[in-house]
Nanobody, 118 residues
Framework: QVQLVESGGGSVQAGGSLRLSCVAS????????MGWYRQAPGKQRELVAR???????NYADSVKGRFTVSIASAKNTVSLQMNSLKPADTAVYYC????????????WGQGTQVTVSS
């Protein structure tokens, strides 16, 4: 069992900032990668940002230069600092972790709402 618990969502005006955090717990040998995806109403879930255990990052083009993903491996925690938020960033944000449990397994959080008003 792997559990991901997200925190930090909310409502903000355009240009504002929010910070999301996600903690992984449960039974696993290691975490290979953690990241964030988002899903807006009527749209498919898309990658926002992810980071490997070694610190390699990958961002969606739409958030480059505004969002920063970081990982605290010792704490099984991934964070997403979101600056210069736009109404287009409004979505449910999901934490994802690729963990090793004898095989690689992809775990998901329950999602946290981010709403950006103009």
């Amino acid at each position: 069992q792997v559990q991901l618990v997200e925190s930090g969502g909310g409502s903000v005006q355009a240009g504002g900032s929010l910070r999301l955090s996600c903690v992984a717990s449960g039974t696993f040998y290691s975490i290979n990668m953690m990241g964030w995806y988002r899903q807006a109403p009527g749209k498919q879930r898309e990658l926002v940002a992810r980071i490997t255990r070694g610190g390699t990052t990958n961002y969606a083009d739409s958030v480059k230069g505004r969002f920063t993903v970081s990982i605290a491996s010792a704490k099984n925690t991934v964070s997403l600092q979101m600056n210069s938020l736009k109404p287009a960033d409004t979505a449910v944000y999901y934490c994802n972790a690729e963990v090793f449990i004898g095989r690689f397994f992809s775990a998901w959080g329950q999602g946290t709402q981010v709403t950006v008003s103009s």
